[in-house]
């Protein structure tokens, strides 16, 4: 589960990276996604840490032709 949270998070911060997707309201999202499984904080401090390594890889769309 832990593994899955963050393969999320990093391609989510990948979106966030290229300013498709705001990051506040993408943390809230994965925080509320697993709030049932994790206990906020932990998760808050690894989906932070998740997100920011994915902003360091932006997602860019190739353009359609």
Known sequence: WHEEILKAARKVG???GAGLVEEQWTLETLLSATSARQDRRDSEHTLRQS??????????PEAKR
């Open 14 to 16: 990948g979106l966030v």
């Open 51 to 60: 997100l920011e390594f994915g902003k360091k890889f932006p997602y860019m």
